[in-house]
C-alpha cells in the first residue's frame, strides 16, 4: 500500500524515505530534533524560523530545504516569529536524487490535463505522471484523492503517498486546498528529472517491486 503516516516501520519496506515527521510550533517555541536516519532532509512548509545544525545556522523560511547526513550533530529550531510547519524525511537515499519543495492543489473551473489519459474524472489540472525515482507526497494541509499505480486513496493531513519508480501517479480531486511536500529520491533508470509521459518519453518501466 503506497499511503502510510508517520512513524517508525509504517513505510513500505522499498522505501528509501523510511521515517517522516510533521511538527507545527507557534511564535516562541522550539523543538530539537533526534536524529533518525543516515539521511535527513528538513522542509519548511510554512512560517519563519532560525535552523542551527553543528556549527552552522540559517534563516528558515517557507520552502528552505536543509538536507543533513549522519555525524553533522543536533538539529534545532528557535526563534519561531509566526506559525511554522516543519516536514522532515529520514532514510538513506543516495548522491543523485531528484528534486524536492513544497506543492499546493485545487480544484479548476475549467480542468486540463497534459499527462497520460486517465479513465476517471479530474478536476484539477494535475497531470497523471511517472519518474525515474521515487516519489513522496507529504500532506500537511488539506485532504483531496490521489491515484498511485492506479488505484485511488483518500488522503489528508499527516499522510504520505509514496510512490515507485516508473509507476504513475495523480491528484486529480482536492477536496480542501492541498499543501503538501514533494521529495524524489535516487535517480534510477535514465534518470531524466520531471514529470514523465508515456506519449512525450516512452512507455514507462515500472519497478514491479516497488508497490
Given at each position: 500500500m503506497p499511503v502510510f503516516t508517520s512513524g517508525k516501520g509504517q513505510a513500505p519496506p522499498w522505501c528509501q524515505m523510511q521515517y517522516f515527521d510533521i511538527v507545527e510550533l507557534a511564535p516562541g517555541q522550539e523543538h530539537r530534533y533526534t536524529r533518525e536516519g543516515s539521511r535527513e532532509k528538513l522542509i519548511v512548509g510554512r512560517g519563519c524560523c532560525r535552523i542551527t545544525t553543528g556549527a552552522s545556522q540559517v534563516t528558515g523560511?517557507?520552502?528552505?530545504?536543509?538536507?543533513?547526513?549522519?555525524?553533522?550533530?543536533?538539529?534545532v529550531i528557535d526563534q519561531v516569529t509566526e506559525r511554522t510547519v516543519l516536514i522532515r524525511m529520514c532514510g538513506d537515499w543516495g548522491e543523485e536524487v531528484g528534486g524536492a519543495g513544497v506543492f499546493t492543489g485545487a480544484n479548476s473551473e475549467q480542468p486540463r490535463d497534459g499527462g497520460d489519459p486517465v479513465a476517471y474524472a479530474k478536476f484539477t489540472n494535475f497531470d497523471n505522471h511517472f519518474h525515474d525515482c521515487d516519489e513522496y507526497w507529504i500532506l500537511f494541509e488539506g485532504s483531496?484523492?490521489?491515484y498511485s499505480e492506479g488505484k485511488p486513496y483518500l488522503v489528508g493531513p499527516g499522510d504520505c503517498v509514496a510512490t515507485g519508480m516508473g509507476h504513475h501517479h495523480d491528484l486529480p480531486r482536492v477536496d480542501a486546498p492541498i499543501r503538501a511536500v514533494y521529495f524524489e529520491t535516487t535517480m534510477e533508470g535514465q534518470k531524466r528529472r520531471g514529470h514523465l509521459w508515456d506519449h512525450t518519453h516512452g512507455p514507462a518501466a515500472p519497478r514491479a517491486e516497488k508497490i
Open positions: 523560511g517557507e520552502k528552505t530545504q536543509l538536507d543533513l547526513v549522519a555525524g553533522e550533530g543536533a538539529l483531496g484523492l490521489a
